[in-house]
């Protein structure tokens, strides 16, 4: 009985390890919280002339059916922009399709935005809903009016809500009944 809590106990908590994908990564935000960033232009997701992960940088996770997402983004540095999308930048969609801050580019699938011409620092996407299970990237860089060269940093807020998974229920079902059995034995 032992062996079977332990089994349940090490699939539950091994669930929902984020995971890294190659490409043009900045970083991964599947656990959620708070990170730090730094783009190099002022304008490059405004203008949507980004041709690298320095000028607007690309999080990663992986997102179920279901899990739904907010986003925020603070800087005391310039006005900044939000665009989400279902799919993995990658350098040549940069290079040859073209950056694009409200729409599909590459084979990345534009999900949501923010507003480029009423955008104000505090920018935010709130309760994103997932339509299907697999790898998104969030887009964020300066939306300032005038073009400058510089290091702008920002933190990004990224607060998940997940759904289960189908199997991650079932385990915790074996693991309920595995207690409730114990239960009776012990009276």
Do not use: C
């Not at 986003?71 to 900044?80: D, G, K, N, W």
């Not at 990224?158 to 079932?170: I, K, N, S």
């Amino acid at each position: 009985m032992k062996t079977l809590i332990s089994m349940v106990a090490v699939l539950a908590a091994t669930t929902f390890v984020p995971v890294a994908h190659a490409g043009l990564i900045y970083g991964d935000v599947g656990a959620g919280g708070n990170f730090a960033g730094i783009v190099t232009s002022s304008n490059a997701w405004i203008t949507s002339s980004a041709i690298d992960g320095d000028m607007v940088n690309f999080w990663t996770f992986d997102a179920n059916a279901g899990d739904s997402l907010s986003l925020f983004v603070t800087s005391p540095a310039i006005e900044f922009g939000l665009s989400l999308y279902q799919g993995i930048v990658d350098q040549t969609e940069l290079l040859f399709s073209g950056f694009n801050n409200a729409g599909d580019f590459g084979d990345n699938l534009f999900l949501a935005g923010t507003n480029p011409v009423t955008g104000a620092i505090g920018t935010s996407l709130l309760d994103i809903l997932f339509p299907i299970t697999g790898v998104y990237t969030i887009a964020v860089g300066g939306e300032q009016g005038l073009s400058y060269d510089g290091q702008f940093a920002y933190n990004l807020r990224a607060d998940f809500t997940r759904v289960p998974e189908p199997a991650t229920l079932g385990v915790m079902a074996i693991g309920m009944i595995a207690l409730f059995g114990m239960r009776r034995r012990v009276r």
